[in-house]
């Protein structure tokens, strides 16, 4: 309305985000976490952290912008179906991506990672009624925003195994600062939450590589200087 122009540089932490993505799947179906802190903790359990492989598996993509597309060009090394849902964009389907309807993900995904922006549509799109969907247990990632997933709904798919693991870089309850979340009283779901061993979080940082931080003002400053040098 006032002629201003807005540039975003999502192509700048792009790579980042699919990164942490695939690690955290990777990491969840190999229990590594888990592994980890039982080893530190004097305990070698081999029979309780067998893992789940992610070949053959098929993994929905819900969003497919910047960072889901980027996330699926990054399951190509893995002999998976990727299926992507986006509501906005049609034709994107290609050697990495099949483009899908949610009835074709609720009925054949074993994994959902969402990649979309937060807005009145998107709110709480994962809650019951959503993983009531599914026709199989699933992996859940978010790495998109944090009020997309409700946490309430986690932890009951974790209870009633209709989730088999998630992983959140990103909670329903950040604010404009997250870093002072544990100086207050925590919600209720969160703490059950924590209380499951099938979970990876981390600090919304799924962008937030030594590479991503100078890439994101690079990409931006082509943007600009592009823009002016076409006036």
């Known amino acids: 309305k006032n002629q201003i122009v807005l540039f975003n540089s999502p192509e700048g932490n792009r790579n980042a985000v ?10 969840l179906m190999n229990k590594l976490v888990k592994g980890n802190t039982e080893i530190l903790n004097g305990e070698w359990n081999r029979e309780g952290n067998r893992g789940d492989e992610l070949d053959g598996k098929t993994v929905g993509i819900i969003g497919y912008g910047q ?16 299926l992507a849902y986006d509501k906005y964009k049609t034709g994107f389907g290609d050697q990495f991506v099949t483009e899908s309807s949610l009835e074709m993900i609720f009925k054949h995904a074993d994994i959902i990672s969402f990649h979309v922006p937060q807005n009145d549509e998107t709110i709480y799109y994962f809650n019951d009624a959503f993983l009531a969907n599914f026709s199989k247990p699933i992996y859940l990632l978010n790495v998109s925003r944090g009020k997309i997933v409700s946490v309430k709904t986690v932890v009951k798919g974790l209870k009633n195994k209709q989730i088999i693991g998630a ?3 990103v909670l329903e309850y950040e604010d404009g600062s997250f870093e002072n979340f544990f100086l207050n009283e925590q919600p209720s779901e969160f703490k059950d939450l924590l209380k499951f061993q099938q979970i990876i979080l981390s600090p919304h940082v799924a962008g937030w590589s030594t590479q991503s931080y ?8 082509d943007k600009i200087l592009m823009h002016f040098q076409k006036l």
């Open 67 to 82: 960072n889901g597309s980027a996330f699926a060009k990054k399951l190509s090394g893995f002999d998976v179906t990727v």
């Open 18 to 27: 699919a990164e942490h993505a695939l690690g955290m799947l990777l990491s």
């Open 214 to 221: 100078p890439r994101l003002s690079n990409v931006l400053a």
């Open 167 to 169: 992983g959140l870089d």
